[in-house]
């Protein structure tokens, strides 16, 4: 079976609208209720990540251009939340379909509880066949507990509901080499992907972009869904995702998928320091599996405490891993570079279970 082949058995997808596309394409509501209706049909399971809250509330405060300001921004994505979901609701109802409006934090998913409680209420709402309509709280978010943008958003909440496939539409074709044509598949992001991400300017109502895109869909695959990245803007384009049409790019799911807890610590959880380790350890941990010990630690940074989540470098600089760090950054600076003695063994400071460590 080939990989395009694979998308008809996706049973539970993501699907992330951006804001530019709601912005100048009214039609796009009903498109994608068409396309989920179908897809329901066929016994699959759609959840909706949207933007556009801001982007309309801009419009029905009379605010000229997006606002700068924290509190404008979540006036108007106040203003525009109750907008947006009206126009779903008109769209999926005209088809019979319920939809359930959820309103998330970064803070809700990287507490542990928090998450489980938001994966059980997503799955109740698939099983009573509704769609989850997912959106950033924008209105009481700010930059300390923001998802960067809902292609973010996309990846992260994937795993909630064990998705096989997250699709992400926009108004690109896809991502598009340096001729500007458009590549079918990619297996390996850093090295068929990466090379034709351009600086982008971000201009317009949206927040994201390519790269944006690029990085969500790594991480789609790290949990081991597959990830489209296609234009909303084509006609019948979620039918023809999954039908296996030759169509956008499609990101192929890793073979080594991380395990949830291991996708909560890469992804979810936002770092609060790092620990440098020499070469030695540095190649233990990347290739041996093995935990970060005292003993391998060349220095730390940032100010972090037991329980946090914290970056694994390189002598060199390099980001090899993230995982749980179990003492405090100033008792594991004092504790770098010490070599058991007497048979006794110091304490590990990130163990191999609660470590994620990047592919080569």
Do not use: C
Not at 56 to 79: C, H, I, S
Not at 117 to 142: F, K, M, Q, T, Y
Not at 163 to 169: F, G, K, Q
Not at 233 to 250: F, H, M, Y
């Amino acid at each position: 079976m080939s990989e395009r082949e694979s998308l008809r058995r996706a049973r539970r997808v993501v699907v992330k609208i951006g804001s530019r596309t709601l912005a100048t394409d009214p039609t796009i509501y009903g498109r994608i209720a068409r396309g989920a209706a179908a897809a329901q049909k066929e016994k699959r399971s759609i959840m909706l990540v949207t933007s556009g809250a801001i982007a309309l509330g801009t419009v029905r405060l009379g605010m000229r251009t997006r606002p700068r300001e924290m509190a404008k921004l979540q006036a108007a994505a106040a203003a525009g939340q109750t907008a947006l979901m009206r126009a779903y609701e008109e769209a999926f109802g005209d088809l019979g379909i319920p939809v359930g409006q959820v309103l998330l934090t970064h803070a809700d998913l990287s507490d542990r509880v928090r998450a489980n409680n938001a994966r059980a209420a997503l799955g109740a709402l698939l099983e009573a066949g509704a769609v989850p309509i997912l959106n950033e709280n924008d209105s009481v978010s700010v930059e300390e507990i923001k998802f960067g943008d809902n292609d973010q958003l996309a990846a992260l909440v994937a795993p909630l509901i064990d998705a096989d496939l997250v699709i992400l539409l926009s108004d690109v074709a896809g991502l598009l080499d340096t001729e500007g044509r458009r590549i079918p598949v990619v297996h390996d992001t850093a090295a068929e992907a990466l090379p034709h991400i351009r600086a982008e300017a971000k201009s317009g109502p949206g927040t994201g972009g390519m790269a944006s895109k690029v990085e969500a869909a790594r991480r789609a695959t790290l949990a081991g869904a597959h990830a489209v990245v296609a234009d909303a803007r084509v006609d019948g384009i979620l039918e023809s995702i999954l039908r296996g049409d030759d169509v956008g790019t499609l990101f192929v799911a890793s073979e080594e998928r991380l395990s949830a807890k291991r996708y909560w610590i890469a992804f979810t959880l936002r770092p609060r320091g790092a620990i440098i380790l020499d070469a030695g350890a540095a190649e233990a941990v990347r290739t041996k599996g093995r935990s970060v010990l005292p003993v391998g630690v060349l220095g730390v940074r940032g100010d972090f405490r037991a329980g946090d989540a914290v970056r694994i470098m390189s002598p060199g600089g390099e980001e090899i891993g993230r995982g749980l760090v179990r003492s405090s950054a100033a008792d594991a600076a004092r504790l770098a570079g010490q070599v058991p003695q007497d048979g006794v063994k110091t304490g590990v400071l990130v163990h191999r279970d609660e470590l994620a460590v990047w592919q080569k």
